[in-house]
């Protein structure tokens, strides 16, 4: 028998348990991306069933299919265009009415269509019976029972998958919403009136059309008027005179009133088919949120469970990424020693290893974070971070969903912003994007540390802290400026459903962790490889440089030299000449890599950019460090170690470049001047992305690295000169 | 009166919702219907958004929103 293919959508209410199904039919095999032309996530997943190649996509979830959102319009337009050979709508059955909402809907389409009733075990220890013969035989549709957390009823849902697919008959359609007289009269006029004008048959049904067209949906108008129909126009125009008319009758607009029958309809249904068999007990959702959204209690414990995932994420990850560490470090060595001396040894063990490794190091947190997310996300914890939250987001026009991005922000901005993915509205989308690097990510902080560190002794801690505190003033101001010029536009309503509480799924929290991380790696792998294997390369050429002294020899002689003194003594003795013979030549190798940065390319650029870090207190060394930290903002720390001569491997807490530091000129101003810099500055590579991938375009992108390095030009500049001004060292 | 005006624990009546376009159409659709029970289960932390029950499931709207919202047959729950 030749396989054969179905194509299912899911529809579904959001927080109807629609990924819990879908990560039931489909296992780990899904493929996840974006909708073409948006930035909604698409999710697709195969499986095999009885002779037959199953495909299951994941539409978003909408309450309803109105063109109101991006999410109901990439819903509805995948039904209409792609034709999938079923819709299986999964409908919450503790929430059975507003659910039937977008069921109703549905059935209006062209298609075949399956209900699942979910989560019915809720329903039943609230003491409701569900019929669902009597609902199958209402709505003339299929309906299969599923608990998804327990993974049953789906070999059940496969079953009637396949067999509704496979039947070749056109489904009854005896039930459907009566409008009412007048508004029944003037969906067969029009119906009549598209009819007559159309030659070829409008791809979709002609009930459907007639009805979305009074209800003014402007997707449907367009494609009416383009359709290649000439007459498009004047069923436009037809439309408009039905919906004046029953403007008129009802003082009302006519979609409102359809809403209110279809709402009426499923009034009728639910009667019929739910039956309450005892006394309502108790709800205990209800009774986690009396704590969790409590007045006094809820933000104390919104504060805990974010330091909680904070800790988790950088304590427990440290230890996983010390082993990444040592393993990136062994790589490069044993690399290193395989290869022969010579640029393509540079290139793979510093360019390559170095570059991804430096990435690859975040991966543990990434982990972490995103499992917290995740399960934050499943209990259904999201919606209520974002309840106690809207009214302090409100204040920059966005939304209470985009706290939890910008919280993330502090650990790394990459994950964060792809975490804007929850929230609705593009522009808040945007918005939040573009802010989010404001939040100083755990990659910059190793630069504070060196800093403060240096500059700071005692008082470094409150120094680090007003670095933070000020990303998150900036972004405040920077959000209402962006909200009030070119991202302006109505604050997207809150209207946000708060499901009830579940205990989440391990394996659809792994899943959900390992998709985002996987993006994570996959693209930034590729963008930090390029990125490193770039800035090596600005660093390493020119080959031939100049050197001022002929190091080579230099370390010969000084081997030399030690070697005879080591032959001539004994004991104790030789130990110590060799770790002074090994300082110097050390010492000498620092000085030579110093030398050979500043003629690279990288030494050029940083030394004609000098002027212009010049006016916030920066020499031409710390404008390399800067430029090399645009790979990752770490980088800086480690450039440092090289300009400021003190041996390769510098980290932080190394003695020696922090005493480098102090003799090199710098003051604490122009140290906080350059904190605040690499707070606010391009964000890294990796960000700028994931600001491209999520946002699709190029030109956000661009606008981030412009707007942030001259607002961090501009807030050193403040902070050097008017510290200088006021008399600040 | 305003849904707005409601105290925690207050049920109501939907009579109206005002404004216009799609927003009236979400509320509609997420069934803010006349006729429908509202319960005010609480107002978050700080005053705003509201947590309502209507239709067996709990629902937030920012304060202004639910200004919009005409109520009548106001009760305290017993």
């Known amino acids: ?729 | 009166m305003k849904l707005s005006e409601l105290k925690q624990g207050q049920r109501a009546t939907v009579v109206r919702v005002g404004g216009y376009g799609p927003f009236r159409i979400r509320l509609l659709e997420m069934g803010f219907l006349q006729g429908t029970e509202v319960y005010v289960e609480k107002y978050a932390p700080l005053k705003d958004p509201i947590e309502l029950i209507l239709k067996g499931y709990h629902v937030s709207l920012r304060v202004d929103e639910a200004a919009r919202i005409q109520v009548e047959n106001v009760r305290d729950e017993v």
């Open chain 1, 1 to 729: 028998m030749p396989k054969k293919s179905i194509t299912i959508a899911l529809a579904g209410n959001p927080n109807s348990g629609k990924s819990t199904v879908f990560n039931n039919l489909t296992g780990t095999r899904q493929k996840i991306g974006n909708w073409p032309g948006v930035t909604v996530e698409k999710k697709e997943g195969h499986l095999k069933a009885n002779g037959y190649d199953l495909t299951v996509v994941d539409l978003p979830g909408t309450y309803s299919l109105t063109a109101y959102s991006i999410e109901e319009i990439v819903a509805r337009n995948f039904i209409l265009d792609e034709k999938p050979d079923l819709v299986v709508d999964i409908i919450d059955a503790s929430n059975l009415e507003r659910n039937l909402y977008l069921a109703t809907q549905l059935r209006e389409l062209d298609t075949k269509v399956i209900f699942v009733l979910n989560m019915a075990d809720l329903v039943m220890d609230r003491g409701v019976k569900i019929n669902a013969d009597k609902l199958s035989e209402l709505l003339d549709v299929p309906v299969v029972f599923t608990v998804g957390n327990r993974n049953k009823g789906t070999r059940e849902l496969l079953k009637t998958i396949i067999s509704v697919a496979e039947a070749e008959i056109e489904l009854p359609r005896t039930r459907r919403v009566y409008y009412g007289k007048d508004i029944e009269k003037a969906i067969i006029e029009l119906s009549q009136f598209i009819k007559e004008k159309t030659d070829t048959k409008l791809p979709y049904h002609l009930r459907w059309v007639a009805i979305k067209l009074l209800e003014n949906d402007k997707i449907v108008k367009e494609r009416v008027s383009q359709a290649g129909n000439p007459q498009g126009e004047a069923i436009l125009h037809e439309a408009e005179l039905q919906r004046l008319r029953l403007r008129e009758f009802f003082d009302e607009e006519p979609e409102i009133i359809m809403t209110d029958h279809r709402y009426g309809f499923i009034a009728g249904i639910v009667k019929e088919v739910l039956k309450t068999v005892s006394e309502r007990r108790v709800d205990v959702s209800r009774q986690i949120d009396q704590v969790l959204t409590n007045r006094l209690l809820g933000l104390p414990i919104f504060v805990f469970f974010i330091w909680a995932m904070f800790q988790l994420t950088f304590s427990l990850g440290t230890y996983p990424m010390n082993w990444i560490d040592s393993g990136v470090g062994w790589l490069g060595q044993s690399t290193g020693q395989i290869l022969p001396e010579g640029l393509f040894r540079d290139l793979i063990v510093d360019g390559v290893i170095g570059g991804v490794g430096s990435v690859a190091i975040f991966l543990p947190n990434i982990l972490i974070l995103f499992f917290c997310i995740a399960l934050f996300e499943d209990t259904g914890y999201m919606a209520r971070a974002a309840f106690l939250m809207d009214k302090v987001m409100h204040l920059i026009g966005l939304h209470g969903k985009s706290f939890i991005p910008m919280l993330m922000g502090f650990g790394c901005n990459a994950p964060a912003i792809m975490a804007t993915r929850t929230l609705e509205s593009e522009k808040d989308r945007i918005l939040t994007i573009l802010i989010n690097p404001l939040m100083s990510c755990s990659a910059r902080l190793p630069v504070y540390i060196l800093l403060a560190g240096t500059f700071f002794g005692a008082k470094a801690g409150n120094a680090i802290f007003s670095i933070y505190a000020l990303g998150v003033v900036l972004a405040l101001l920077v959000g209402r400026l962006f909200r009030s010029t070119f991202l302006r536009g109505k604050v997207a309503p809150f209207v946000m459903e708060l499901p009830p509480y579940r205990a989440p799924m391990l394996k659809g929290l792994l899943i959900h962790m390992w998709d985002r991380s996987k993006i994570f790696l996959k693209k930034m792998g590729g963008v930090i490889l390029i990125g490193s294997v770039v800035v090596w390369f600005l660093s390493s050429f020119p080959r031939e440089v100049q050197l001022s002294k002929d190091y080579e020899s230099e370390v010969a002689a000084l081997s030399a030299h030690y070697g005879a003194h080591i032959a001539a003594v004994q004991g104790d003795r030789i130990e110590k000449l060799v770790r002074e013979r090994d300082q110097a030549v050390t010492a000498l190798e620092a000085q030579k890599a110093k030398e050979r940065v500043e003629n690279s390319y990288i030494g050029h650029l940083g030394k004609s950019l000098a002027p212009i870090f010049g006016p916030i207190g920066m020499d031409w060394r710390g404008s390399v460090a800067m430029l090399t930290g645009f790979v990752a903002k770490e980088i800086v720390v480690s450039t440092m170690g090289v300009l400021y001569a003190v041996g390769a491997e510098e980290d932080e807490k190394s003695e020696a470049l922090k005493l480098a530091l102090k003799k090199s000129g710098m003051t604490p101003l122009s140290a906080y001047a350059m904190m605040a810099f690499v707070l606010i500055y391009v964000p890294c590579l990796a960000t700028v992305a994931v600001i491209r991938r999520e946002t699709n375009s190029w030109k956000w992108a661009a606008f981030s690295i412009i707007y942030s390095t001259i607002l961090a030009w501009f807030v050193a500049f403040v902070i050097y000169q008017g510290g200088k001004a006021i008399g600040l060292v």
